[in-house]
């Protein structure tokens, strides 16, 4: 499965961007699918996720501005993020985990993602 995100740029504190991430083949059968991101000089950390059994899981620090969807019908991962804040800034990257086939953990290249104060 390869996966594409996409929507990333430079935006203003306060301001909304929507990730996507597209991917090669299905994610119905993917366990958990979730976005990541990873900010200069720092670790890559889980920003939000879904289960197969639609549990979501969001960090802390974005949780009540960020929303997770996905939309299986295009092979489609969403992340929209609201009241962005300068400290959102980083990489974000796509990742999708099965543990059917295609057994494997998957991730997408990574979209820039600038806040400006």
């Known amino acids: 499965v390869q996966l594409v995100e996409s929507g990333g740029g430079l935006v203003q504190a306060g301001e909304s961007l929507t990730l996507a991430c597209s991917a090669s083949g299905s994610l119905v059968r993917a366990t958990i699918l979730g976005w990541y991101r990873q900010a200069p000089g720092k670790q890559r950390e889980l920003v939000a996720s879904v289960t197969n059994t639609d549990i979501t899981n969001y960090a802390d620090f974005v949780k009540g501005r960020f929303l997770v969807s996905r939309l299986f019908a295009k092979n489609m991962l969403y992340l929209r993020m609201n009241s962005l804040k300068p400290e959102d800034t980083g990489t974000y990257y796509c990742?999708?985990?099965?543990?059917?086939?295609?057994?494997?953990?998957?991730w997408g290249q990574g979209t820039q993602v600038t806040v400006s104060s």
């Open positions: 990742n999708a985990q099965f543990m059917v086939e295609p057994i494997g953990d998957y």
